[in-house]
């Protein structure tokens, strides 16, 4: 019907924006998400504790609401959210001859570690202004009755 007429539409110019914003280059995209590599560098980190590995774990699922995945490669999203896990359980993890992190990401990557963690973080700060935006930035619901992408809708609410 019509609905899905001007849905289907403002579906393809948005498809259209995101291909022109990527530069059509979607070969980069890393088919390998952070979560492939949380377990096994917790376990080289010799980290015993379950439930650092479980934040870690719960901080990739919140990577996937960002655009992180096309800004950095798995590795440096994966050691971010081991990086605010052990920061949560209050766990240190070497920083000497070199950061524990350079030996899965290189060296000279603290500024990429440091912009992830903060992306993560944001995502569940309320006063973030920027998540705030993007949460109500969804096209409202074409439909008389409340839909499960408006924002204000039941859904929404839960997972506040």
């Not at 393809?12 to 498809?15: A, T």
């Given at each position: 019907g019509p609905v899905y007429a001007e849905w289907r539409e403002k579906l393809?110019?948005?498809?259209n924006v995101?291909?022109?914003e990527l530069g059509f280059t979607l070969h980069w995209i890393p088919d390998s998400h952070p979560h492939k590599f949380i377990l096994y560098f917790v376990r080289v980190l010799e980290i015993e504790d379950k439930e650092v590995a479980q934040k870690a774990w719960n901080y990739c699922n919140d990577s996937?609401?960002?655009?992180?995945?096309v800004r950095y490669e798995p590795e440096v999203i994966a050691c971010a959210a081991i990086l605010?896990?052990?920061s949560y359980h209050n766990l240190d993890l070497p920083l000497t001859?070199?950061?524990?992190?350079?030996?899965?990401?290189?060296p000279k990557r603290s500024q990429d570690l440091s912009s992830s963690c903060n992306s993560i973080l944001a995502v569940g700060d309320e006063q973030d202004l920027d998540n705030r935006r993007a949460k109500y930035a969804f096209i409202p619901s074409l439909l008389k009755e409340p839909s499960?992408?408006?924002?204000?809708?039941?859904?929404?609410?839960?997972?506040?």
């Open positions: 393809l110019d948005m498809e995101i291909l022109r996937c609401r960002l655009d992180l995945c605010m896990a052990c001859p070199r950061p524990w992190w350079a030996v899965f990401i290189g499960f992408n408006d924002p204000e809708s039941y859904l929404w609410s839960v997972a506040d």
